[in-house]
């Protein structure tokens, strides 16, 4: 493997990761504005079980680093672009951890198809909160990071096709596995 070489891990964990997270944020938004409630059991299971994919691959790069960029950048631009990568990452532990807080300690249950986690919390036919002030700050979290991550995901797509398309240089065929 030579220096520029992305690992067969590396590429993987990214599109897999970054596939889910695009589908979650769709679903998340469209099930929201639609009100299609029958989403919601898919989304959040499907956002749990994502951890499996999402805490793995946090772990590789705290412990390995990001890869080292395969153009030649200024420096302004490489710290730019290492910042938007940890806040990336950082954006993929954050949306199912607020989740689950939110789903948890909103009274709402989690559930993964049937396989219950944490139970509803139903009184008097309703459903009730176990901690309020945890409840409304991480469906807040939940939101405003949604937001603000889809934001950085346009920018980061953006940067993608502007390396591959204007600079002409490897680092989308690097991600491929074509470089
Ligand atoms: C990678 C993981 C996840 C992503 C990217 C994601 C993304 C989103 C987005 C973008 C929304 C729409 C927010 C809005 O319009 O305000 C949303 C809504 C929601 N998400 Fe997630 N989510 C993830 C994981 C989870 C998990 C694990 C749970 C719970 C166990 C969860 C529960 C919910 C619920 C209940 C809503 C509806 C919020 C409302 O009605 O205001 N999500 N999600
Ligand atoms: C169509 C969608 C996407 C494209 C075309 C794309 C493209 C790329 C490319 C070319 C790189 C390599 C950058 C370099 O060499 O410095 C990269 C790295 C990275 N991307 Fe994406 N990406 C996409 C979606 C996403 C999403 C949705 C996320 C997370 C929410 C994400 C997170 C990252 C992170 C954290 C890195 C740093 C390297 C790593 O940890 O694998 N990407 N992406």
């Not at 990336?88 to 986690?117: C, K, V």
Request: net charge positive.
């Amino acid at each position: 493997m030579n220096q520029h070489t992305l690992s067969t891990t590396t590429r993987l964990l990214h599109w897999l990761v970054g596939l889910t997270m695009l589908s979650l944020i769709m679903v998340g938004f469209y099930m929201v504005n639609l009100e299609a409630w029958a989403l919601y059991p898919i989304h959040k299971a499907l956002g749990v079980l994502a951890l499996l994919l999402i805490l793995p691959r946090a772990i590789y790069r705290v412990k390995r680093g990001l890869p080292k960029p395969v153009a030649e950048m200024s420096v302004t631009m490489q710290k730019l672009s290492h910042g938007a990568h940890w806040l990336l990452l950082l954006g993929t532990l954050l949306m199912p951890i607020s989740g689950m807080l939110y789903s948890g300690f909103g009274g709402y249950g989690i559930d993964i198809f049937g396989l219950i986690l944490v139970h509803e919390n139903i009184v008097n036919d309703e459903v009730v909160a176990i901690n309020e002030l945890i409840f409304v700050i991480a469906k807040n979290a939940h939101s405003l990071i949604g937001y603000a991550l889809s934001a950085l995901i346009v920018a980061h797509i953006g940067a993608a096709i502007k390396h591959h398309a204007i600079d002409k240089d490897e680092t989308l065929r690097r991600m491929l596995g074509k470089a």
